[in-house]
């Protein structure tokens, strides 16, 4: 069974305080690992999709890479608007009909 | 676009009733699937579809019902709703099951 674990559960920045979240996962032949955003009272908002380890994707302040065993997501420089839940999920050759998602990671970025 | 689109956006229900949360896409996507969410569990899949005509279970179906009769639109129906059916559900869609997914704006329910 594919199993996804994020960490921290909760991270509190300052404005400029670079940090990264962990997603590290489990999963019988990787189809694809997604991070996605999601706002307090919204849908979950998709930010990248990496298919292979070595593989990077930037967008703005957020950088994401992947590995065998698991993926990061760096944030350069936050700013308060980068504040939301980041979710990470993946899609195994053992479900291919199915994402497994972790449970996020809640970032606030305070001014 | 409109991208997926959800209604309602929130719905209070009484022990026993039921209710359809209507979701549809715009996208000419194949994939559609239905997520709950709950505080502490993440994202779970109640049920999802690979095209018109075919649905099968996720991880909570019970207590759910879908249906595909077009492309464009995939009707969650709770038959007699539950206080433990009280969540967020999203609806989700994609080119294929492997592909990025993008999600509508949810609906709230609460069951009483």
């Known amino acids: 069974e594919d199993q996804v674990t994020q960490s921290p559960e909760a991270l509190r920045l300052q404005e400029g305080e670079s940090s990264s979240l962990n997603c590290s996962y489990t999963v019988s032949g990787l189809r694809g690992l997604f991070w996605y955003r999601q706002d307090p009272g919204k849908g979950p908002e998709f930010l990248f999709t990496?298919?292979?380890a070595g593989e990077e994707k930037e967008k703005e302040r957020l950088k994401a890479t992947l590995t065998k065993k698991e993926s990061f997501l760096h944030i350069t420089a936050p700013k308060p608007e980068d504040s939301a839940t980041y979710l990470c999920?993946?899609?195994?050759?053992?479900?291919?009909?199915?994402?497994?998602f972790g449970k996020g990671t809640l970032l606030t970025v305070n001014p | 676009n409109a991208g997926v689109t959800q209604t309602p956006k929130f719905q209070v229900l009484k022990t026993g009733q039921s209710m359809t949360l209507q979701c549809a896409q715009d996208m000419n996507h194949e994939y559609m699937s239905w997520y709950r969410q709950d505080p502490g569990m993440g994202l779970r899949l109640i049920h999802y579809?690979?095209?018109?005509?075919?649905?099968d279970q996720g991880e909570v179906p019970n207590g759910y019902n879908v249906s595909r009769s077009t492309t464009e639109d995939f009707p969650l129906r709770l038959l007699s709703a539950a206080p433990s059916q009280t969540s967020v559900y999203f609806c989700a869609s994609s080119y294929s099951a492997q592909e990025t997914q993008y999600f509508g704006p949810g609906t709230r329910l609460l069951v009483l």
């Open positions: 579809s690979v095209g018109a005509g075919i649905t």
């Open positions: 999920a993946v899609s195994g050759g053992g479900s291919n009909y199915k994402l497994t």
């Open positions: 990496l298919y292979s």
